[in-house]
């Protein structure tokens, strides 16, 4: 089981048309993972549950979105992390 929260980097990166994110959580938690272009807009919604702990992992497809950087952000009552990712077609 996790001892903390964590976020990981997209792989691979830079992708097309996919890539797979991995995450974990530590206790009973709801999670939500979204995906937002360089302007801020929401692109995607990948996680919007409450999860038990443990090891995680989502795809993201994004063959309808346009190639550039996104960024994805994993928020709980507890903890918020972003990244960014680099897609090119």
């Given amino acids: ?12 990166n830079p992708f097309n048309p996919s890539t797979v994110i991995k995450y974990q959580v530590p206790e009973i938690s709801f999670v939500t993972i979204k995906v937002y272009d360089v302007l801020g807009e929401e692109v995607a919604v990948l996680v919007n549950e409450e999860l038990n702990p443990g090891y995680y992992s989502v795809k993201f497809n994004a063959s309808d979105l346009a190639s550039g950087l996104y960024f994805y952000t994993m928020k709980t009552d507890k903890f918020t992390s972003t990244n960014k990712m680099l897609m090119i077609k």
């Fill in 1 to 12: 089981q996790p001892k903390k929260y964590l976020l990981s980097q997209n792989s691979p």
